[in-house]
């Protein structure tokens, strides 16, 4: 296994050579792109050179033990060749994870996406539950959030919202969050106290530069009108509204929650480019996510991926089969239990998938 990880080694001193070298340090954009790629393969370094150190000592171990020694320090050098021999099936399939393909997205922040769906104004009471789950979560992460565009009830529930978190890896950590949430419970409304089933939809979308997605201006129909809402901050007198019309795909975007027809028009355009990007990546996958047998992953927003429910306090995820009774725990943004569950489960699958391959 050893031989193949070399030359990871060997690129990654290239890299650190080459951020040494004047005319990389004064070319920023190469700077910038080398920068990323050294610390994107940090982790996997540091685990070679860890892999590397616990095969020398093997090594050394029985090279010592090949020759004559006094028992008490052969009892000693066994020993540690017993600790070293059983630290490297741990050490190997680490290595076997991080040598998986990156997503290319983790890196970067989100645009989240939450309908209600069925269920009326009870969905749309559990879409703000959720809305407030995942800027509770991105707070404690130190993420930041920003409002795209909402649309709220009277009796203080979301019809649908749009919202950016930035943050290192949020894509990493939320991916997995795409699809249909089921709740159950008994309204504030119901005197009878039966259980009401109801569904919200969430998207998340990778945060994507310029760069990344051309988009022609003649293809954009631009439309201002005045923003609307339940009252409070989210409406104004001004037509400072945006909705965009991407012309060749029907894609519309919505931006109200500015004051600034500008700041809203910039925040819509980061939206549609994320669609878009969405979009092209799903046709490349679609043949792909098809033959998975496992849905996480595959960002299918019509798939029941969680149920939320109330009465008996718990969190169930249908894709992995994990249950946790930490409803209230979970709702103010202690994802991090179910999030790695997901991440673990995602990694296995693909490791399982090379191995086939």
């Known amino acids: 296994m050893l031989d193949k990880l070399y030359p990871i080694l060997e690129h990654y001193n290239e890299i650190s050579e080459k951020l040494n070298d004047i005319e990389i340090v004064s070319d920023q954009n190469k700077l910038k792109a080398l920068m990323k790629e050294q610390k994107s393969l940090t982790p996997l370094v540091e685990k070679i050179n860890e892999y590397k150190s616990v095969l020398d000592g093997i090594s050394e171990a029985r090279e010592l033990l090949s020759g004559k020694l006094d028992p008490d320090f052969k009892e000693m050098v066994q020993e540690e060749l017993s600790e070293l021999s059983e630290r490297v099936p741990a050490i190997e399939e680490e290595l076997k994870i991080l040598l998986l393909p990156k997503d290319p997205n983790d890196d970067k922040g989100v645009i989240i996406e939450i309908r209600g769906g069925a269920g009326g104004e009870e969905a749309a009471l559990f879409a703000y539950n959720l809305y407030r789950m995942y800027t509770m979560y991105a707070e404690a992460k130190h993420w930041k959030t920003e409002i795209i565009n ?208």
Do not use: W
């Open 150 to 357: 909402i649309n709220e009830t009277e009796l203080g529930g979301i019809k649908e919202v749009s919202f950016m978190i930035d943050g290192a890896g949020a894509y990493s950590r939320l991916k997995f969050e795409s699809g249909v949430h089921r709740v159950q419970r008994v309204p504030e409304t119901e005197s009878s106290g039966r259980i009401h089933t109801s569904t919200v939809t969430v998207a998340v979308l990778p945060e994507v530069e310029d760069v990344e997605v051309e988009i022609n201006p003649s293809d954009l129909q631009i439309d201002t009108f005045r923003a609307s809402g339940a009252g409070g901050q989210h409406v104004n007198k001004t037509e400072s509204a945006i909705r965009i019309t991407h012309l060749p795909t029907g894609i519309v975007v919505e931006c109200q929650d500015e004051r600034s027809q500008h700041k809203n028009r910039d925040k819509a355009m980061k939206v549609l480019r994320s669609k878009l990007y969405e979009a092209s990546l799903a046709e490349q996958t679609d043949a792909i996510a098809k033959e998975r047998k496992s849905q996480v992953g595959t960002g299918d927003r019509s798939e029941r991926i969680r149920t939320y429910n109330y009465p008996q306090g718990r969190i169930s995820d249908h894709r992995i089969g994990l249950t946790l009774y930490k409803l209230e725990a979970f709702l103010n943004g202690a994802l991090d239990e179910m999030i790695d569950a997901l991440i673990t489960n995602d990694q296995a699958e693909k490791l399982n998938q090379s191995t086939q391959g």
